[in-house]
């Protein structure tokens, strides 16, 4: 059974508006009584407005995510689902963008400014700064995601396990001569990047990655486009039996190249994107890409930032998310011996 305003008024012997102002926060009411009110209507299973509870805990109500303004678009529509994911856990949940990453510890202050439960800081990376005195002094729980803040909770993307296992299909199938597309500009202290999976296979199996195997990529606004100018350029003056094409938006250009240069070599060309977006699995040839899995993502930062908002002084907290290999189509198996020894588990950290 529902309980209303007026019911809790009664049950309490005071005037309907002094119980909405105590429940929506606003003044006139006495601390005491705002929080015989607050109380009252959580044990009636009342749907208590955020802001009210944030005047009860002290701790401000909503959630802040900032993240570049020239972020990849996959991250964009990561960070958009978490948002998303995340409001119903704080009763509000917004965006703030950067234009110049050298300015997040303004952009960081500027959002403890609005006394927010949790911010959240995606994609920005090297940032010595510590936060840790005005995050406590506002009572606000600050995650970073494929980030570094120093001294703070975060959750790392590890791209590698499933760059890993696509180089180990490449060089299991057969294949000799494969094609990485790589950032210039990869930031990689720990081994969690894409570059550092494809190495680290070529390690194990005893061969040496070339650098002509190696293709700088960097990725913009349209990938699809940059990636179809590169693999045609490359087609060009080179066999290629192999492709991994950074993210699904330059597969797909990568993929058109392939059909405009000899349609017949669609099926006898791997090519593997990263991301996973829904597009890939519809495609006329289905593409293998390397996926993390958002739901883990969404699982882990709304825990840990719970639990920080609970013990704001409890020891900083780090989860590493792995990538997995998706195999479709664009990288058929015509061995299924080898499935095993693809997804082989491997410790290097």
Not at 69 to 98: C, W, Y
Not at 265 to 283: A, C, H, M, Q, R
């Amino acid at each position: 059974m529902s309980i209303a305003i007026k019911d809790i008024a009664l049950k309490l012997r005071v005037s309907p508006s002094t119980v909405s102002r105590a429940l929506s926060g606003k003044d006139g009411v006495s601390e005491e009584m705002r929080q015989r009110i607050i109380s009252y209507a959580e044990d009636c299973m009342f749907q208590v407005n955020p802001a009210a509870q944030a005047l009860r805990t002290g701790k401000g109500s909503g959630l802040i995510l900032i993240a570049p303004m020239n972020r990849p678009e996959v991250a964009r529509i990561r960070d958009e689902i978490l948002l998303t994911k995340l409001h119903q856990f704080f009763g509000s949940a917004f965006s703030l963008t950067v234009d110049n990453e050298e300015n997040l510890e303004y952009y960081i202050k500027m959002a403890l400014a609005e006394n927010p439960q949790a911010i959240i800081v995606s994609g920005i990376w090297h940032q010595n700064f510590n936060l840790l005195e005005a995050c406590n002094t506002h009572k606000t729980a600050l995650l970073s995601i494929d980030s570094c803040l120093a001294g703070h909770d975060e959750i790392i993307i590890d791209r590698s396990t499933g760059t890993e296992q696509m180089t180990r299909m490449f060089l299991l199938s057969g294949c000799s001569h494969p094609v990485y597309f790589k950032h210039p500009e990869e930031l990689d202290t720990e081994g969690y990047g894409r570059l550092s999976g494809i190495q680290r296979a070529y390690k194990e199996a005893g061969l040496e990655l070339k650098p002509e195997y190696c293709v700088e990529f960097n990725p913009k606004k349209n990938d699809s486009q940059l990636g179809y100018e590169i693999f045609s350029e490359l087609l060009k003056r080179s066999y290629v039996d192999a492709v991994f094409a950074f993210n699904d938006l330059a597969a797909l250009g990568v993929q058109r190249a392939i059909h405009s240069f000899n349609p017949a070599s669609n099926s006898e060309i791997k090519l593997v994107g990263f991301d996973d977006l829904p597009i890939s699995t519809y495609l006329p040839t289905s593409l293998s890409s390397i996926s993390i899995k958002l739901e883990t993502l969404i699982e882990q930062a709304s825990s840990m930032l719970q639990q920080r908002i609970l013990d704001l002084n409890a020891p900083r907290e780090r989860a590493i998310i792995p990538s997995t290999l998706l195999i479709r189509e664009s990288s058929r198996i015509t061995d299924r011996r080898i499935i095993g020894e693809i997804f082989r588990q491997t410790n290097h950290n």
